[in-house]
């Protein structure tokens, strides 16, 4: 009897071992699929690696797909033809990033909207991400787990709740360029169809469909910083330039070359609280240029053969007034400034105006001290 128990229950561990194992397979399986499709797969050490990837990839504003839908989504019947907006945003404050999309039938029936957002998770140290909407009038939700990102793209694990049903799809986002992407999404459990569909960037009502295209941009974070670094040298607070400008930063003021932080916002101090006062940077313009590496530089090299990575340039015109503390004599002319970006912040600065009014304090400061 103990023998035939003994042979039972080896019979049914083996059982279970082989269960076990053929459930892991299955789930390995789906995460090697869509790990597969992208390689070097890893997760962010912290939000600002994240975000950096996000912003260096393209990947902020608006892609268009058409297509067929697929049995796929609960809410989304198969079989129609759509089109669809996906745009993908940054927060004022940079701690979050904002989705949404809009699927309307080539009659112009809505057929799916919503959005969510991409943050991080301080106590986990992880990518958080949420998304909701209406599919053909009915919500859905769910959270989104960062399976993996790289330099060519992203997978995803959604779990989403619709009209009372709850099922895991993986959605894996390659980046083909900084102009098209294709996005494949299919469910964990190989039920459904698979919807592979390629987006191509849009600019206003016109799609990209070359790489020759850059993007300029009023409206954008990085404009609204340059608006701010002006407006807090007028009131003589320069500690946001502390903010504002990389370690290594490289200056160019007509002729003259800075090097470094320190020595530029010296020499900004020196400006603001030893030559002149009441400084105000009247009609101010300020907007940004977001390169394609094919974009022409200059001798007939393109962008993305002087540098890799993103070249992202705002360009500022204004009239300057304000008062030499010296001379006391109230001064206007015109400047023109260009500021380079990298990670964040400014690297590289240029900045041409006419001199002869500041030479005229720096002689008068020099004679005071005579």
Not at 186 to 211: F, W
Not at 254 to 278: C, D, T, W
Not at 327 to 354: Q, S
Request: proline share 2%; net charge negative; glycine share 8%.
């Amino acid at each position: 009897m103990v023998a035939d128990l003994s042979e039972s229950n080896l019979i049914m561990i083996n059982t279970i071992k082989l269960i076990t194992a053929f459930f892991l397979a299955g789930c390995l399986h789906m995460d090697l699929i869509a790990k597969d499709d992208i390689p070097d797969l890893k997760l962010p050490d912290s939000w600002s690696e994240y975000l950096d990837s996000v912003i260096k990839s393209g990947d902020v504003g608006t892609w268009r797909t058409a297509g067929i839908t697929k049995d796929l989504w609960v809410g989304i019947p198969a079989g129609i033809r759509y089109v669809n907006n996906e745009t993908i945003d940054i927060s004022d404050d940079r701690k979050k990033i904002l989705l949404s999309h809009e699927m309307v039938t080539e009659d112009g029936k809505m057929l799916s909207i919503g959005s969510g957002f991409v943050g991080w998770d301080p106590a986990f140290k992880r990518v958080q991400s949420f998304y909701s909407g209406y599919d053909g009038g009915k919500p859905f939700w769910g959270p989104r787990e960062l399976v993996g990102f790289s330099s060519a793209g992203e997978v995803w694990k959604y779990t989403e709740t619709s009209r009372g049903k709850t099922y895991e799809t993986r959605i894996v986002s390659k980046r083909v360029s900084k102009k098209i992407r294709i996005n494949i999404t299919k469910r964990a459990d190989g039920s459904g169809e698979v919807s592979k569909s390629e987006l191509a960037k849009v600019i206003g009502e016109k799609t990209i469909d070359n790489d020759e295209n850059s993007v300029l941009r009023t409206k954008d974070e990085i404009s609204k910083r340059v608006i701010k670094y002006f407006d807090s040298t007028s009131i003589e607070d320069l500690a946001y330039a502390e903010s504002f400008y990389a370690d290594n930063v490289e200056v160019s003021i007509n002729k003259i070359k800075v090097s470094g932080k320190k020595a530029y916002i010296e020499r900004l101090n020196k400006i603001h609280k030893v030559l002149f006062k009441n400084m105000k940077f009247l009609d101010l313009h300020v907007h940004t240029n977001y390169f394609s590496d094919e974009a022409l530089a200059s001798d007939g090299k393109t962008v993305g053969d002087l540098r890799s990575g993103e070249t992202i340039w705002s360009n500022a015109w204004a009239n300057i007034e304000a008062v030499g503390r010296l001379t006391n004599k109230k001064v206007t002319f015109p400047i023109h400034c260009d500021f380079r970006w990298e990670n964040g912040k400014v690297v590289e600065m240029l900045a041409y105006y006419d001199p002869a009014d500041m030479n005229e304090e720096i002689a008068a400061l020099e004679s005071s001290q005579e």
